[in-house]
T-cell receptor, first 110, second 114 residues
Framework: LAKTTQPISMDSYEGQEVNITCSHNNIATNDYITWYQQFPSQGPRFIIQGYKTKVTNEVASLFIPADRKSSTLSLPRVSLSDTAVYYCLVGDRSDYKLSFGAGTTVTVRA | SAVISQKPSRDICQRGTSLTIQCQVDSQVTMMFWYRQQPGQSLTLIATANQGSEATYESGFVIDKFPISRPNLTFSTLTVSNMSPEDSSIYLC???????????FGPGTRLTVT
């Protein structure tokens, strides 16, 4: 499993865009990049997954450069309810084991 | 997406006792997983539980301490045996639907050992 590095914490204000960058220099050819969100006292929730270029869904966008050594999760126009821990995971989808790193604590203030 | 429930949601137990945590899924799934999240920490995979086979434990976790049952495709239990205060954690189960790396997690069981 590729090791990931992401900031420990980020602060933002309501209505702003939040971008969290994750480094994964030793990502393998078959690895996908997946982001999870965890609210206090809840289990993690899948946000988005991608392999290359850009992926967008109703919650977030995931930008992956051509070398795939990093990725950026973009949360548009955050609200107070987006305050959570965000985890970046990298791995082969056929290897079902998820390896959670420390995550990034995003705090959204009014 | 699968909906997962866990029982109990929380418990306070005495040292030396055991607690069995139940995980119920609203659909049939092949792969179920048990994680531990210690206070203020990230999640650590304890074991993978597939129906019809013995659970596979990760390094640092043993069957005698964390026996797991998987009697059918919608249910699993994790027992935390001979508990000590170091076992105080949140225990979560999850399921994966079809090798997508997208897992669905239960709400967790918050265990405090005194």
């Amino acid at each position: 499993l590729a090791k990931t590095t992401q900031p420990i914490s980020m602060d933002s204000y309501e209505g702003q865009e939040v971008n969290i960058t994750c480094s994964h220099n030793n990502i393998a050819t078959n690895d996908y990049i997946t982001w999870y969100q965890q609210f206090p006292s809840q289990g993690p929730r899948f946000i988005i997954q991608g392999y290359k270029t850009k992926v967008t869904n109703e919650v977030a966008s995931l930008f992956i450069p051509a070398d795939r050594k990093s990725s950026t999760l973009s949360l548009p126009r955050v609200s107070l309810s987006d305050t959570a821990v965000y985890y970046c995971l990298v791995g082969d989808r056929s290897d079902y084991k998820l390896s959670f790193g420390a995550g990034t604590t995003v705090t959204v203030r009014a | 997406s699968a909906v997962i429930s866990q029982k109990p949601s929380r418990d306070i137990c005495q040292r030396g006792t055991s607690l069995t945590i139940q995980c119920q899924v609203d659909s049939q799934v092949t792969m179920m997983f048990w994680y531990r999240q210690q206070p203020g920490q990230s999640l650590t995979l304890i074991a993978t539980a597939n129906q019809g086979s013995e659970a596979t434990y990760e390094s640092g976790f043993v069957i005698d301490k964390f026996p797991i049952s998987r009697p059918n495709l919608t249910f699993s239990t994790l027992t935390v045996s001979n508990m000590s205060p170091e076992d105080s954690s949140i225990y979560l189960c999850s399921v994966e639907e079809g090798q997508t790396y997208e897992q669905y997690f239960g709400p967790g069981t918050r265990l405090t050992v005194t």
